[in-house]
């Protein structure tokens, strides 16, 4: 019966619950300000691609809280640094993606890792419950649905017991992603705006000559747009090097998981002719945000670095995760005949 299951350790709550972003306007410039560097279509008009004109979804998320937010950190981290402003977007993207994302990324570990360890206990719970559901259904005479239906059911109710017992419940893990994609938002319309000229009415055109004349190497004019394609092509490399770096250090991915690697290796191909459309201000912003992922993924291999963020060892950890990372990249991608 049942009550059974209890001599192995799971209790009594094995009992069978047997019931049933586009573009902004650009204000034309008054007296001698200097024009926006931006051709007329990389600074179209914000009715022509927003529903509701010039009231439109764009309008309303480059005039929000969050993004003024953006606006005045990138203004206070410009003024503090002193630095020319392709300086001061990396900074900032530095800083943020270290005093932020790099905490919530260890603890998306955190939560996977208890997750990968509980697997064996999940296994062992699936394989008596699947015993226990043949039996009541032998004695009651059950169909194979009903069956079938009453073991996920309980299935599913015992598994999320174990992620409370644990506090490891994987939504958790998502928590990095409402947190990075919102904040990489924002700080891609602040410096839209700025690059174009319409953020803070009255100092908005003197932001937007300082980012004229401050970049740097073949990309003086933050303003304008990359025309060697260096930086889009370089943001691509780095993205779908990340992707590869997900791909290698997963072993008999599900089918699901390989028709997300093959989407995230076409946006990160799409990203290329996009970020060649855009001032080069936000191009930097999210060449130096995948740069610092790229190198918090790297970091978040690392045995010390993982120990140091108690974050539980489980089965399939290396010992020497660059090594076998360089040898699985090698294998794939240069030794191939």
Known sequence: MLCRLGGIGLRPLLA????????????????????????????????????????????????????QGAEELLLGAHTAMGLPWWGSILLTTVALRGSI?????????????????????IKNIARHLNQEVAIRANQLGWSKRVARLTYLKN?????????????????????????????????????????????????GFSVQEQLASGGVLWFPDLTALDSTWILPVSLGVTNLL????????????????????YFMRAVSVLMIPIAATVPSSIVLYWLCSSFMGLSQNLLLRSPRFRQLCRIPVTKG???????????AFYSKFISRK
């Open 16 to 67: 069978l619950q047997l019931g049933a972003w586009g573009p902004q306007r650009a204000p034309a410039p008054a007296g001698g300000a200097k024009r926006s560097a931006l051709p007329l279509r990389a600074v179209g008009s914000v009715s022509a691609v927003s529903p509701g004109g010039a009231g439109g979804w764009y309008e309303a998320l480059a005039t929000s809280a969050p993004v």
């Open 317 to 327: 950890e290396s010992d020497t995760p660059y090594k076998d990372l360089f040898a």
């Open 101 to 121: 994302t790099l905490p919530l990324a260890a603890y998306q570990h955190y939560i996977l890792a208890k997750v990968e360890n509980l697997q064996p206990e």
């Open 242 to 261: 990340i992707v590869e770096i997900f791909a290698l250090q997963k072993i008999g991915m599900s089918r699901f998981q390989m028709y997300m690697t």
């Open 155 to 203: 299935m599913r109710r015992l598994v999320s017991e174990l992620y409370v017992r644990d506090n490891c419940h994987p939504f958790k893990a998502t928590v990095l992603v409402w947190i990075q994609l919102p904040m990489w938002i924002f700080m891609s319309v602040a410096l839209r705006n700025f690059s174009t000229g319409t953020a803070h009415a009255g100092a």
